[in-house]
């Protein structure tokens, strides 16, 4: 069984919104951050929002500000990725990660999740 469990892709069209939503079931990971990365094909990994163990800070890639909130349930050790104002250089397999920190510049990490495909149509 997977650690982290992904679910919540889809299709959506331009300027639409859906919510991602990851499962954790390594109880380890409730003292961990955790955050989403994604991969578009033909590209390189890149890192879209984090947030912290307790909820607090979030962080956020540039790319997003402003259109995703990334949010944590402590007691259901789950996180969601909200995401509104969709573009189509929004299309990708999203990753759920996890670890003692998550950041931009670092792409591997203890717990990864296997993805979920989220497509953004013009």
């Known amino acids: 069984q997977a650690q982290l469990e992904e679910s919540g892709g889809g299709l959506v069209q331009t300027g639409g919104s859906l919510t991602l939503s990851c499962a954790a079931s390594?109880?380890?990971?409730?003292?961990?951050?955790m955050g989403w990365f994604r991969q578009a094909p033909g590209k390189e990994r890149e890192f879209v929002a984090a947030?912290?163990?307790?909820?607090?800070?979030?962080r956020y890639a540039d790319s997003v500000k402003g259109r995703f909130t990334i949010s944590r349930d402590v007691a259901e050790n789950t996180i969601t990725l909200r995401m509104d104002s969709l573009k189509p250089e929004d299309t990708a397999i999203y990753y759920c990660?996890?670890?003692?920190?998550?950041?931009?510049?670092?792409?591997?990490?203890?717990?990864y999740g296997r993805g979920t495909q989220v497509t953004v149509s013009s």
């Open positions: 990660v996890s670890d003692h920190t998550v950041v931009p510049t670092i792409h591997e990490y203890e717990f």
């Open positions: 390594a109880q380890r990971v409730r003292n961990y951050e």
């Open positions: 947030i912290n163990w307790s909820g607090r800070p979030t």
